[in-house]
């Protein structure tokens, strides 16, 4: 599964995040935090440094409140391997607008590359469909990334669950804001909502 | 296999009014989401706030996912509430690490196992640990050992959370939720 041409990360999220629209974007902690910054900080950005687990869920919290806005969460295979049971809560759920995408190098990146569960054959997204998301895919190629950008516009009949393969490497860190405070601020006035 | 100790009750217990009343404080309080593991004690709750068209409801795995459920809904501009009982406390400790350091509201209705008349005493650590543990990761606990003012507790809580940007905890004892029938 992770031939030469296993995709770099760095390079599928930008591309998934290309003419992104009005997306309202959660990332993971650790390199999909800034895989994401590096694409491109906006205020439509929540970026975690923490929290493990929590990315995907909050993307279903978000997704619960603005139904009026596409939310795509963005986060790794660690990240999303301890919130596991999230899935089982997303899906039945439902929600027609929430797009999880699992930035999976089969490691744990961050604590020295130590081989994560997908990294001995688990299959994220096989998880996804047997949970009931509305599409659940694994994607391999640019092509592949390319086409779930499409849908990331468009409603679903459900949350959609895109487990995106790339190569195991530490790239160039590119560091979003840590004050938690400040992004929340800045994300809530983006939609319109005062400072409290 | 352990005795349980008693044959099923003939008459099942009345339902509290106390239940309807936090709906109506949630409701009043713009509460428009509720994510919940179940408990004995929130049944009527739980009922209520599924049956309400007006409020979105989320069944968890784990407590944990309501932190961060509540968290994501706050950006979206949403107020969530999170029902648990007391063992679901422990459960939560790292994630309320979100609520904290990005100063989410949140408002946590526990009720407690462990305390009063407990039958099973794999409660009782979590209960013990339970207001330790929230106020250790920061969380302040409002305790309610009676009915009338669990109602009042509830609607200052969520002025605390929703207004003044807290984290609160309202214990609600195992003395007011009564004796768990078998």
């Known amino acids: 599964m992770m031939t030469s041409q296993a995709l770099d990360r760095r390079e599928a999220v930008i591309a998934l995040l290309k003419d992104r629209g009005s997306l309202l974007v959660i990332s993971g902690l650790g390199s999909p935090s800034f895989d994401v910054h590096r694409a491109g900080d906006t205020d439509a950005n929540y970026y975690l440094w923490g929290a493990m687990g929590a990315a995907a869920l909050m993307g279903l919290g978000l997704a619960q409140a603005r139904p009026d806005r596409n939310v795509l969460v963005i986060t790794g295979d660690g990240e999303q391997l301890m919130g596991l049971g999230g899935l089982a809560t997303i899906a039945i759920a439902k929600p027609k607008n929430l797009t999880i995408v699992v930035i999976d190098n089969g490691h744990f990146g961050e604590t020295g590359m130590q081989k994560s569960h997908t990294g001995f054959g688990l299959d994220l997204a096989r998880i996804g469909a047997a949970c009931g998301f509305a599409e659940s895919l694994l994607i391999e190629d640019l092509a592949g990334v390319e086409a779930a950008r499409a849908q990331l516009q468009q409603a679903a009949d459900g949350p959609r669950l895109y487990v995106i393969k790339v190569k195991a490497e530490n790239l160039p860190r590119s560091l979003p804001p840590r004050d938690a405070i400040h992004l929340k601020n800045r994300f809530r006035s983006h939609l319109g909502m005062p400072v409290s | ?182």
């Open chain 2, 1 to 182: 296999m352990n005795d349980v100790g008693s044959s099923p009750t003939p008459n099942a217990p009345v339902a509290p009014s106390w239940p309807l009343e936090v709906w109506r404080v949630l409701k009043s309080s713009n509460v428009r989401q509720v994510s919940y593991v179940p408990d004995a004690g929130h049944a009527t709750l739980i009922e209520l706030v599924n049956a309400d068209p007006d409020m979105v409801c989320n069944v968890l795995t784990t407590e944990e996912e309501g932190i961060a459920i509540a968290a994501g809904a706050w950006l979206g501009g949403m107020r969530s509430v999170l029902l648990m009982q007391s063992s679901g406390v422990g459960n939560c400790i790292n994630m309320l690490s979100l609520a904290n350091i990005s100063r989410f509201p949140l408002l946590m209705l526990v009720t407690m196992r462990g305390e009063w008349a407990e039958f099973n005493p794999w409660q009782v650590p979590m209960s013990r640990a339970s207001e330790p543990a929230l106020q250790a990761i920061g969380v302040r606990t409002l305790r309610a050992d009676k009915a009338e003012d669990l109602i009042d507790i509830v609607g200052c809580a969520a002025t605390l959370a929703y207004e003044a940007d807290q984290q609160i905890a309202v214990l609600i004892s195992q003395r007011l939720i009564g004796k768990k029938h078998w």
